[in-house]
């Protein structure tokens, strides 16, 4: 157990739809990771925030928003889905900034049809 | 265009010998790497890293190996375990104008044979 959550594990929905993914860090972490594993690739690096501003931002679209709460909880919006966007997404934290170690949650297993 | 590439899919090994996990990028920006082992439904768990001013790397069993003329690096464990088996991810990491960026390989599935 990395200390990481996530919510929910799975989710369907339809295409257009919108949705929200929550991530709880580690206790003491700062800094949240978001990433996305379409089937058969690698994780791609979406955003990531550290005490709540965003810090360094990957490949996210513009239908895909993030933020993270003063209790360091962060939140993943994806809107106007397409049935291109199913797929894991995960969260990790760190403890700060320019920290190499993440750990991750379990993911969320995002379905859209 | 893939910066961080893991050519072979999967890999099968005998308990007790060496697994040899191999990673390739493309880009000379990148300052650390780093290796994690994946479960099915659980998330990566970090394994070893290795500076881009180092050239090895050693914790337990497991080994990183960099090649910085190659963009090359590598990850040995022994002995090779039936607990091993699991999928490993390279990482690599490097700073731009956007922040710190992460680029996650797509993944070697390790099967280590009893």
């Known amino acids: 157990d990395s200390g990481v959550t996530q919510t929910p594990k799975h989710l369907i929905t339809a295409t257009g739809q919108r949705v929200t993914l929550r991530c709880s860090p580690r206790?003491?972490?700062?800094?949240v990771y978001w990433y996305q594993q379409s089937l058969d690739q690698g994780l791609q690096f979406l955003i990531q925030?550290?005490?709540?501003?965003?810090?360094a931002k990957g490949n996210i679209l513009e239908r895909f928003s993030a933020q993270q709460f003063p209790d360091l909880h962060s939140e993943l919006n994806l809107s106007s889905l397409e049935l291109g966007d199913s797929a894991l997404y995960f969260c990790a934290s760190s403890v700060d900034v320019g920290t190499y170690e993440q750990y991750f949650g379990p993911g969320t297993r995002l379905t859209v049809t | 265009d893939q910066q961080v590439k893991q050519n072979s899919p999967s890999l099968s090994v005998q308990e007790g010998r060496i697994s040899i996990l191999n990673c390739d990028y493309t880009n000379s920006m990148f300052d650390y790497f780093l290796w994690y082992k994946k479960y099915p439904a659980e998330g990566p768990t970090f394994l070893i890293s290795?500076?881009?001013?180092?050239d090895k790397n050693e914790d337990g069993r497991f080994t990183v190996f960099l090649n910085k003329s190659a963009k090359h690096l590598s990850l040995h464990i022994v002995p090779s375990q039936p607990g091993d088996s699991a999928v490993y991810f390279c990482?690599?990491?490097?700073?731009?104008?956007?922040?710190?960026?992460?680029?996650f390989g797509p993944g070697t599935r390790l099967s280590v044979l009893p």
């Open positions: 925030y550290y005490n709540g501003e965003e810090r």
């Open positions: 990482a690599a990491s490097e700073w731009d104008n956007y922040g710190q960026n992460f680029v």
């Open positions: 290795i500076s881009s001013i180092k």
């Open positions: 206790s003491g972490d700062l800094s």
